[in-house]
């Protein structure tokens, strides 16, 4: 998805065999559950989340937890925190619910974060375990026509690539982008059952060096042609 370029789908699996047979990497188990968080809106003027059951709503800065009706919440930015309409909060909110919460058009499992940034926007944070991100990832990498296999290899990349990648956007209170920046994320949405199926097979499943994550890059179309990784990153 990175700097490789993109090739054609049906050679995502034969990148992913190369870098097996080019450099000592093996396939290993992961941790136990991990928790990772994706910006999924940033820098906005408003942010919309809907829930069709109440929502809870807990505010950093006091620790007070307010529960909100079912049904549709703009937040805005105000000069000291976030504006939820009836309701104020601190400069950050988490906002959960029995099911599925609704930020902007798609819906998301976990909790949604919202965030206000020093410029006066707000950033929208999905938590979520890094399986159920793994869900509404693969659909958006590869077509999920493809062979269980293709599925499931992509299902081992996207893993590796999040794991390798936690922290990256620390300073803005967020492990991974829900765009190309990182690897494309659309929440529940994005789902597809033979993707999850993928993902469920693999569960855990990373490739390593010298025992760490690989950064296991990946891409959708490369127009035909790739170049060497040594001409990218040395």
Request: net charge neutral; aromatic share 6%; proline share 5%.
């Amino acid at each position: 998805r990175s700097a490789l370029g993109s090739l054609p789908l049906c050679r995502r699996v034969l990148v992913l065999v190369l870098f097996a047979a080019l450099a000592p990497t093996h396939a290993a188990q992961s941790s136990a559950s991990q928790t990772v968080r994706i910006g999924i809106l940033i820098n906005q003027d408003g942010i919309l989340v809907q829930s069709e059951g109440p929502i809870e709503a807990g505010d950093v800065a006091t620790q007070a937890v307010q529960t909100l009706a079912a049904g549709a919440y703009e937040f805005r930015s105000h000069s000291q925190g976030i504006d939820g309409g009836i309701n104020r909060f601190g400069p950050v909110v988490r906002l959960r619910a029995a099911g599925p919460l609704q930020v902007g058009l798609r819906r998301y499992r976990g909790l949604v974060e919202i965030r206000r940034t020093p410029s006066g926007k707000l950033t929208a944070i999905n938590e979520l375990d890094l399986e159920e991100y793994l869900y509404g990832v693969i659909k958006m990498e590869i077509d999920p026509r493809f062979p269980p296999e293709a599925l499931r290899a992509q299902a081992v990349a996207a893993r590796t690539y999040a794991l390798q990648n936690l922290g990256r956007f620390a300073a803005e209170g967020y492990d991974l982008r829900a765009t190309t920046d990182s690897q494309a994320y659309g929440g529940i949405t994005a789902e597809d059952p033979r993707t999850t199926a993928a993902v469920d097979a693999t569960r855990d499943l990373v490739m390593t060096f010298s025992g760490r994550p690989i950064l296991a890059v990946y891409h959708t179309d490369s127009g035909g042609a790739t170049e060497s990784s040594e001409f990218v990153w040395g």
